[in-house]
């Protein structure tokens, strides 16, 4: 009985996807299904629902799993009447970025540190770009700029090592005034620990997001996406 064991396993076929079907398998577009902002007058986050072709309103609290952090740039350029984006990043200080209006020719291209005036001067503004896993198990994009940043910079500066393993949760938002402005952040604070479920879509939705990151992030060109001509809101650029 042990012999026909392995004579039968021997014969077992496993199938193995090639290098070449690996290939073809890779996102070829970005896999977020929602780019979602803080909307500081509205004290609310928002995405563009392009099956609707609207803004839509996310209510608080709002969940989220943090899977990676990088770096672009945003912004609306008065002389093209455009929106501004670049590609991501993941290392701001030793990567280059290329910083376009979307009607128009290219604004900057280089390090972030060496085109930042130019990038201000022409509307435009750095933004972190997050991605996360929402409740529901799907990937998305959360892009904060301006004040968010900060108040994400003071919540994670001690707590890093807990993002991959508990949910972030924002509950309420913060009242700030810089000079005359007056703007709102979310305010960032840890709900729980991830079940093993939750662990499980945690992981495949990392290696969707990593797919697509290998082979975007070696590209200093920056990819349309997601390019929603916004209106400026009221808050802080720092």
Request: charged fraction near 30%.
């Amino acid at each position: 009985m042990q012999g026909l064991g392995i004579v039968i396993l021997s014969h077992k076929k496993i199938k193995v996807m090639s290098n070449r079907k690996q290939a073809f398998a890779t996102p070829q577009s970005n896999p977020a299904t929602k780019f979602i902002e803080w909307k500081s007058n509205e004290k609310a986050f928002e995405y563009y629902d392009k099956e609707a072709q609207k803004k839509v309103s996310i209510p608080l609290p709002f969940k989220f799993l943090v899977l990676d952090e990088l770096h672009t740039v945003k912004g609306w350029n008065d002389a093209t009447q455009s929106a501004i984006y670049s590609n991501e990043v993941k290392f701001i200080s030793k990567e280059i970025m290329t910083v376009k209006p979307f009607k128009g020719n290219e604004i900057a291209k280089g390090l972030y540190k060496d085109i930042k005036e130019k990038i201000v001067a022409s509307g435009g503004h750095y933004t972190k770009s997050i991605y996360v896993m929402l409740e529901d198990g799907s990937l998305a994009n959360l892009q904060l700029k301006g004040s968010s940043v900060q108040a994400w910079g003071e919540f994670t500066q001690k707590t890093r090592s807990r993002l991959p393993e508990e949910w972030v949760i924002v509950k309420t938002a913060k009242d700030g005034k810089k000079g005359a402005v007056k703007f709102s952040m979310p305010e960032f604070a840890f709900e729980r620990s991830l079940s093993d479920s939750e662990n499980e879509q945690a992981d495949e939705c990392f290696d969707t997001l990593e797919a697509y990151l290998k082979s975007y992030l070696v590209k200093s060109d920056p990819v349309i996406e997601e390019v929603i001509e916004e209106e400026v809101d009221d808050d802080v650029v720092f």
